[in-house]
T-cell receptor, first 117, second 112 residues
């Protein structure tokens, strides 16, 4: 079956531009997570949703970052006024259960590689 | 057998003690190992990230991986009340794998 998909796979943008990263979770998965992963490091948590409700956004670096999941399925991570330090791999994950992440397998998408020039 | 086993606790230790948290796993192909800390109703915060066997130290935290025994540990030195949280081990086959298996988490209480 289809796994988690993300688009675009690569995004190059100029500093100051806004970007929107899309995540399409596995069908029926309740929980959706956004992570940022630096090269050679594990995924660092940004925010997560149970259905359409954003449960925790404490991992978002600052108020330029926001995320939504309006219908409890597809999610968008938006970065406004991008800066060079925002360059990273942004990964989305979903899990089937209503959970805060404990004891559940998280299925990751391929990620969006963002480069801010 | 679950792929990742972790004692849920709770584990209560006095402030200042050394804490030892552990996970065992069944899939010998796992290569990347992580420890996350999670406070109530919050997302998981990455603490340690290690590749293959060996030790890694970061401040008061030390992660150990013993692939021959399929056993990983997280040690917390000089434990503090703010360390009270749920600690999750996690592992994956490849750095960019499409699946990360989390343990159930161990609830840790540091007693002042």
């Amino acid at each position: 079956g289809a796994g988690v998909s993300q688009s675009p796979r690569y995004k190059v943008t100029k500093r100051g531009q806004d970007v929107a990263l899309r995540c399409d979770p596995i069908s029926g998965h309740v929980s959706l997570y956004w992570y940022r992963q630096a090269l050679g490091q594990g995924p660092e948590f940004l925010t997560y949703f149970n259905y359409e409700a954003q449960q925790d956004k404490s991992g978002l670096p600052n108020d330029r970052f926001s995320a939504e999941r309006p219908e409890g399925s597809i999610s968008t991570l938006t970065i406004q006024r991008t800066e060079q330090r925002d360059s990273a791999m942004y990964r989305c994950a979903s899990s089937p259960g209503l959970t805060s992440g404990t004891g559940e397998t998280q299925y990751f998408g391929p990620g969006t590689r963002l480069l801010v020039l | 057998q679950k792929e990742v086993e972790q004692d849920p606790g709770p584990l209560s230790v006095p402030e200042g003690a050394i804490v030892s948290l552990n996970c065992t796993y069944s899939n010998s192909a796992f290569q990347y190992f992580m420890w996350y800390r999670q406070y109530s109703r919050k997302g998981p915060e990455l603490l340690m990230y290690t590749y293959s066997s060996g030790n890694k130290e970061d401040g008061r935290f030390t992660a150990q991986v013993d692939k021959s025994s399929k056993y990983i540990s997280l040690f917390i030195r000089d434990s503090q009340p703010s360390d009270s949280a749920t600690y999750l081990c996690a592992m994956t086959l490849m750095n960019r794998d499409d699946k990360i298996i989390f343990g159930k988490g161990t609830r840790l209480h540091i007693l002042p």
